[in-house]
């Protein structure tokens, strides 16, 4: 009896000191170090999880924003965040401070998918290789037999066409336009597009939409913050790991197909050009097969979503402001005309169309928190101290809603970029972020959105389905992407 009675004591006993022990662990294992950014109440083990609402992320930190300044701390489980806010410590953090945040963080979900090669997630000397010879490469196709240019509007051609077939009736954009987008993309890598009814290509589209939005799901949050808990767990983190496999299987398809009728005199596209890097590179170490696959992945990844989900933006607020809309269409119609297709040359005589652009850039705000970085050294910011290993946050909302940059913030309105009627641009206008690290797509991006807008606003008013109305409510996902909504495409 008292045997037994000792035995149990001895067990509480044990569990109490495993208890304070693992307590003692994690605090000391997290603490931040003196000097760090101010940072709220954590709880053991699971930092500032408890923050964070899934369903709209930007909600409890907002409150954080309020309480703590420009600058601030959280620890999701053994990782530090800083978050920055205002064009003041932005531009600190990623142009004057540049070079010590110019590295991605090891994000465990990250790393399984795009590893550290490629594009978006690779640091030091692979990165700056990959990033020029692409850099490079697309610019090149400016000047090659089909220009980018032309790429996009023979693709601006065939979007007019199948929202045509639609006669004016309510129809979700969403495919069709992510379609167009990634088509766009896939002629530049792979010299191929696909017809919006090829169920393959829809299944692979949908395959990337899905794997961008489960980002954002609580299982994909644990999963970065316990991933040797989590690999054992089903959940959202489980279908990203299983959708990239198959996105890896397509584009080694075009790999191999490419390297079958492979001719060195001759590139016709990005995988073209790739391949003759690897057969120039005598180390094998920075361009090899694994890289372009990773390279091309990311391409797509990083153009379609993003460029996809601003394109709906546009048609939504052209929809929800049809005196904008109008304005839009006349301009286009004196300007262009509706003889022949729009050109990137028209952009500098069409201001308002260019401002309007611009606005729903801003107001979409698809990347609102920038793409993480990672202090590659130690560093100090604004007087605190960022160790080596923290991930920087970048509040890129910040300054595309700052009141004192904007006349109305919260409001579409296209006269935020006009001057005297002419386009103008604002320093804080920052949705490709800044930098050495900023967007590399931009100038594709930017050809992109004019042309598909344009043209599409050449032949058609956007409506509101009869007895409906549209809401401007969104998503998060790897870009923040309006709600699925159903518009009418009226043939002017
Ligand atoms: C409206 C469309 C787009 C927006 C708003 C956008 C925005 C961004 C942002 C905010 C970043 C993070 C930059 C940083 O860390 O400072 C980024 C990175 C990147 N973007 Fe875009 N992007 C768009 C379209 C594209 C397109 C069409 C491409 C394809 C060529 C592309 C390729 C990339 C790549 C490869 C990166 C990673 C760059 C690196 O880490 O060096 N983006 N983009
Ligand atoms: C980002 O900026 C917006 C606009 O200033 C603000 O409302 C929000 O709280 C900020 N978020 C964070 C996490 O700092
Ligand atoms: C941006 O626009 C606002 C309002 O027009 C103006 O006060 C501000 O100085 C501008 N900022 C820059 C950097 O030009």
Not at 52 to 65: M, W, Y
């Amino acid at each position: 009896m008292l045997h037994f009675l000792w035995d149990s004591i001895s067990l509480q006993t044990f569990l109490i000191f495993l208890v304070v022990f693992l307590l003692i662990a994690d605090y000391m294992k997290n603490r931040n170090p003196k000097n760090f950014p101010p940072t709220p109440f954590r709880l053991p083990f699971l930092g500032h999880l408890y923050l964070i609402d899934f369903k709209d992320p930007t909600v409890a930190v907002e409150k954080l924003n309020k309480k703590y300044g420009d600058i601030f701390g959280m620890n999701m489980g053994s990782m530090k965040i800083v978050i920055v806010n205002g064009m003041r410590l932005v531009k600190e953090v990623l142009i004057n401070q540049g070079d010590k945040f110019l590295d991605r963080p090891d994000f465990p979900l990250d790393e399984e998918i795009f590893s550290k090669i490629g594009l978006i997630a690779s640091n030091g000397h692979l990165w700056k290789a990959q990033r020029r010879f692409t850099l490079t490469t697309l610019r090149n196709f400016g000047l090659g037999k089909r220009s980018v240019e032309e790429r996009i509007q023979e693709e601006c051609r065939y979007l007019g066409d199948v929202f045509r077939d639609e006669q004016g009736n309510p129809f979700n954009p969403q495919l069709k336009v992510t379609n167009a987008v990634s088509n766009v993309i896939c002629s530049l890598i792979f010299g191929n597009r696909f017809e919006y009814h090829d169920e393959n290509f829809q299944r692979l589209l949908k395959l990337m939409y899905e794997t961008a939005a489960l980002h954002g799901a609580i299982t994909s949050q644990l999963y970065n913050n316990f991933p040797s808990v989590m690999k054992y767990l089903p959940g959202a983190h489980q279908t990203i790991f299983k959708n990239w496999r198959l996105l890896k299987s397509f584009m080694q398809e075009q790999i191999n197909k490419h390297k079958e009728d492979w001719n060195p005199s001759e590139s016709r596209d990005y995988i073209d050009s790739y391949l003759l890097e690897i057969s120039k590179d005598h180390d094998r170490d920075t361009f090899r097969e694994e890289h372009l696959m990773a390279c091309t992945l990311d391409l797509m990844f990083a153009g379609t979503e993003t460029t996809s989900s601003t394109l709906r933006w546009a048609l939504l607020f052209m929809a929800i402001h049809p005196e904008i809309q109008a304005r839009v269409q006349a301009e286009i119609d004196a300007v262009i005309g509706q003889a022949r297709p729009p050109a990137l040359e028209d952009r500098n005589k069409l201001h308002y169309t260019n401002a309007v652009i611009h606005e729903v850039q801003r107001k979409g705000n698809v990347i609102p928190f920038n793409a993480p970085r990672m202090a590659a050294e130690d560093a100090y910011v604004d007087g605190y101290y960022i160790p080596k290993g923290t991930v920087i946050m970048a509040n890129l909302t910040s300054l595309l809603f700052d009141k004192n940059e904007w006349k109305t913030p919260e409001t579409f309105n296209p006269e935020h970029f006009l001057k005297d009627g002419k386009f103008w641009k604002n320093e804080t206008f920052t949705p490709f972020s800044m930098g050495k690290r900023a967007c590399l797509g931009e100038m594709l991006a930017r050809a992109e959105l004019f042309l598909f807008f344009t043209s599409l606003l050449q032949k058609f008013t956007f409506q509101a389905p009869p007895g409906t109305t549209l809401s401007l409510r969104s998503m998060p996902g790897i870009a923040v992407a309006p709600l699925p909504f159903k518009i009418c495409a009226v043939l002017r």
